[in-house]
C-alpha cells in the first residue's frame, strides 16, 4: 500500500464510515477517547490499535480487549497482525474491510460514498394494523374490552399528566415548529429537504416511575441528551455539544427524508394490565416539511427502528453519554462489577506485567458508570482509591522498569534492552500513555541495531 490505508466500515454501527491509518494510528474502543469510538458493550473501552508506516505495512494490535480480534475469520493473539489489502476484520459487531469498497455480498450495497445519505434499506413500510380495527369482529370481544376501559383511562390520563409536566420543562428539546400539513415535495428530488433539527423521545412508564430518555438537536448546530428517571431515582443528567461539519452531515444522512416519508403519523397499541407506557417519539423538521412519527405500547416499524437505533448510537458516541441511558440500579451493578475486577487484578499484580494497567483502567471504568449518580454511593469511593493506589504502585515499578532498561542500553547490552523495553510496554499497554511511546521507540531502535550486529 503505496498511500495511507483506509478502513471501510460494511457492518455495525458506524456502516458506511471510512478511516484512514495515518502515522499516528487508530485507535478503537467503546470509550469515547478513542479515535474510533462506538456504543457496543461487545466492544472493551481500548479494544485494538490499528498503525501503518512503509516498513511494516498495515498491522492490527489488540488491546487486551474481552472479546478479541478476529482477522479473516481466526482470532488475534497478542502480537501485531499484519492486513493485507482486503482483509476483514470483526471487532464487536463491527466488520471492518481493508482497502476495498463495500462488496456486493449477503445483499449489502455496492461501493461507498460517504458524502451522501446511508441507504438504511427503508422501502416503503409495511403495513401496520392498529388492534382496534379489525373490520366487523367479534361482538363478545368488543364488549370484553368496554369492561377495563374507565380504569385505563384514568391511568393513561394521570401518566399522560406527567409526561406533559415533563416535557413542559424541556424546551431544550423542542422543536418550535408548529405542526401542519407538510409541504409537497417533488419526488424527482425527494432526498433535497435539509433536515433543520430534530427531536426525538423515549418514554417508559408505570404507576411507580417514569424514564425518559430525549435527544434534540438545534438550528445551530447544537445536539442535546437529557434523562429524567423519576421519582425513586431522581436522576437528570444533561449534556450537549457543538457538532462539527462531518457530525451534521452524519446526522443528515440518518434522518434523510427518504428514510421515513413512508412511515405513518402514529402506531397505537393496546394498553397492558397492570398499564404501562412505553413511547418513542421522533420529530424531524425538513427545510419544506415536518415529519413527526409515533410509536405507543406497540412493536416499532422496522422502518423506525433502523433510524432510532442509529440517531441513540450517535448521540451517545457524539457525547460520550453512553452510560446515561441505564438505570441507577444498572449503573451501580456494572460499577460493582468494575471494582471487583479492579480489586482481582490489583490482587494478581505480580502475576503478570500488565495486571496494574489493568486494575486502573477497571476503577477508571467504574468511576465513569458512577459519574451521573448524585449522591456518590461508597463504592465510588473505593474505586477512587482503588484506582491511586494503583497508579502510584504502577508509576513506581515503571521508573525501576525503565532504569533496568536505560541501563541496558548504556551498557550496549542489546538483547537484554529488548527484553526489559518489552516488559515496559506489557506493563503500559496503552498507547496514548507517554511511557509506551518513549519505550516503543526505544525498543525499535534496540531491534535495528540488533539486526545490523547480526548482519556482519
Known amino acids: 500500500m503505496d498511500a495511507a490505508p483506509k478502513l471501510y466500515f460494511v457492518s455495525g454501527l458506524l456502516a458506511g464510515k471510512v478511516f484512514e491509518v495515518g502515522p499516528a494510528g487508530l485507535r478503537l474502543g467503546r470509550s469515547s477517547s478513542c479515535d474510533i469510538s462506538i456504543a457496543d458493550e461487545e466492544l472493551s473501552r481500548n479494544h485494538c490499535y490499528f498503525e501503518f508506516s512503509d516498513s511494516t505495512g498495515l498491522r492490527v494490535t489488540d488491546l487486551a480487549s474481552a472479546n478479541g480480534t478476529i482477522v479473516n475469520g481466526s482470532l488475534i493473539g497478542a502480537d501485531p497482525c499484519v492486513l493485507h489489502n482486503g482483509a476483514e476484520i470483526e471487532v464487536g459487531a463491527q466488520k471492518i474491510r481493508v482497502g476495498t469498497p463495500y462488496q456486493q455480498d449477503d445483499g449489502a450495497r455496492g461501493g461507498v460514498d460517504v458524502g451522501s445519505a446511508v441507504d438504511l434499506g427503508l422501502g416503503a413500510s409495511e403495513s401496520v394494523q392498529s388492534p382496534y380495527s379489525q373490520g366487523e369482529g367479534n361482538e363478545a370481544e368488543k364488549k370484553k374490552l368496554l369492561i377495563p376501559v374507565i380504569r385505563i383511562l384514568l391511568v393513561v390520563l394521570c401518566l399522560a399528566a406527567i409526561f406533559f409536566l415533563l416535557k413542559s420543562n424541556s424546551d431544550l428539546f423542542n422543536p418550535p415548529v408548529k405542526e401542519g400539513s407538510p409541504k409537497k415535495v417533488d419526488s424527482a428530488n425527494e432526498q433535497t429537504p435539509k433536515v433543520l433539527e430534530f427531536f426525538y423521545e423515549k418514554v417508559e412508564a408505570d404507576q411507580s416511575r417514569i424514564f425518559r430518555y430525549a435527544i434534540g438537536y438545534s438550528p445551530d448546530g447544537v445536539l442535546s441528551v437529557r434523562v429524567d428517571d423519576v421519582p425513586d431515582e431522581n436522576r437528570r443528567p444533561e449534556k450537549k455539544s457543538p457538532l462539527d461539519s462531518q457530525a451534521k452531515a452524519e446526522i443528515a444522512n440518518i434522518l434523510a427524508w427518504k428514510n421515513l416519508k413512508d412511515l405513518d403519523p402514529e402506531y397505537v397499541g393496546l394498553t397492558p394490565d397492570p398499564p404501562e407506557l412505553k413511547s418513542l417519539t421522533l420529530k424531524v423538521v425538513y427545510s419544506t ?19 432510532r437505533e442509529k440517531l441513540e448510537a450517535f448521540s451517545k458516541s457524539e457525547l460520550g453519554v453512553w452510560a446515561i441511558q441505564y438505570s441507577r440500579a444498572k449503573l451501580l451493578e456494572m460499577a460493582e462489577k468494575a471494582v471487583e475486577l479492579g480489586e482481582s487484578k490489583w490482587l494478581d499484580r505480580d502475576v503478570e506485567h500488565g495486571n496494574l494497567a489493568a486494575s486502573v483502567a477497571a476503577y477508571e471504568e467504574a468511576i465513569f458508570y458512577l459519574e451521573t449518580i448524585n449522591p456518590k454511593p461508597p463504592i465510588a469511593a473505593k474505586a477512587r482509591e482503588g484506582k491511586e493506589r494503583s497508579e502510584d504502585l504502577l508509576k513506581e515499578r515503571c521508573v525501576e522498569q525503565r532504569f533496568r532498561a536505560d541501563r541496558a542500553l548504556n551498557l550496549a547490552r542489546w538483547e537484554e534492552a529488548k527484553k526489559e523495553l518489552m516488559t515496559l510496554l506489557e506493563m503500559v ?18 531491534e535495528s541495531r540488533i539486526k545490523r550486529e547480526s548482519g556482519r
Do not use: G, I, S
Not at 289 to 307: G, I, L, Q, S, Y
Not at 429 to 446: E, G, I, N
Open 289 to 307: 416539511c415536518v415529519k413527526t412519527v409515533r410509536v405507543v405500547n406497540m412493536h416499532e416499524p422496522e422502518a423506525f427502528r433502523a433510524v
Open 429 to 446: 499497554p496503552d498507547r496514548r500513555d507517554d511511557r509506551h511511546r518513549d519505550a516503543r521507540a526505544k525498543l525499535l531502535t534496540v
